[in-house]
């Protein structure tokens, strides 16, 4: 986020997620002896406050998204790994061409090595942490694909007319479609970490995506195979309008 001096400005504004769910609106800032924003303070939908990092508002125009604690972290964690691995490779380098001394080189390489199993706890801790963010958002799927049998049910029997039939299936589905998104970015962030923690170079998102896509397909191709049947998921993908089953 770029420090604005008029940042103020966007209090009382409205804040979304990155999935463009509205969290709440922007109650007010802290700010540091140097004129430094340093955290942002949201009043949530319920009248409760949530307190988090400045540096995780993204301004695009009047829209104000707060990026997820887990990407953020994930991506500091993305760029420290590597160049720790590169910094301490290069020493080992410098160490066999005999430019630097071997007090030195064990001083440096201590030094790196325990940033790296900092680092890489950090990354396991929070790659449990996207374990059980996956694991809500497919529960909140899944409760929502029962919400469109539910209401579909209704809507057949004549207990729900056209109108509010149509308004509820919009909600619904639209939420479906972000808890998806939502999923989705979380499998490729976990992705990312893990192939740091493997000692592989971050891969360009859309490497990430592809992979992703292949997994997807194999396991498909898994699940449709003789004796190894998968429990089907329901998901309605409809027109607005059209209201039969």
Request: glycine fraction near 6%; charged fraction near 30%.
């Amino acid at each position: 986020m770029s420090q604005n001096p008029n940042l103020f400005l966007s209090v009382g504004k409205p804040i979304k997620d990155e999935y463009g769910r509205v969290i709440g609106k922007i109650a007010s800032f802290a700010v540091t002896p140097s004129g430094k924003f340093d955290a942002v303070f949201i009043e949530l939908g319920d009248g409760k406050f949530l307190k988090d990092c400045a540096e995780h508002l993204k301004f695009d125009g009047a829209d104000v998204t707060l990026i997820s604690r887990i990407k953020a972290g994930a991506a500091i964690l993305c760029d420290q790994m590597p160049l720790i691995w590169r910094k301490d490779q290069a020493l080992k380098d410098l160490s066999e061409k005999k430019k630097i001394s071997k007090e030195s080189y064990t001083e440096l390489h201590s030094s790196f090595d325990g940033v790296l199993t900092q680092l890489k706890a950090e990354a396991e801790t929070l790659r449990e942490e996207i374990d059980d963010e996956i694991a809500r958002c497919e529960e909140e799927i899944k409760s929502l694909n029962y919400a469109l049998v539910h209401l579909e049910i209704e809507h057949e029997i004549g207990k729900m007319d056209n109108q509010h039939y149509e308004t509820a299936f919009s909600i619904v589905q639209e939420n479906i479609k972000r808890i998806h998104m939502e999923k989705n970015d979380l499998e490729l962030t976990k992705t990312k970490i893990s192939n740091i923690l493997l000692g592989e170079s971050a891969k360009p998102i859309e490497q990430s995506k592809s992979k992703a896509i292949e997994t997807s397909k194999a396991s498909t191709s898994i699940s449709a195979t003789p004796g190894l049947p998968e429990p089907p998921v329901v998901v309605y993908v409809k027109e607005i309008g059209k209201t039969g089953i």
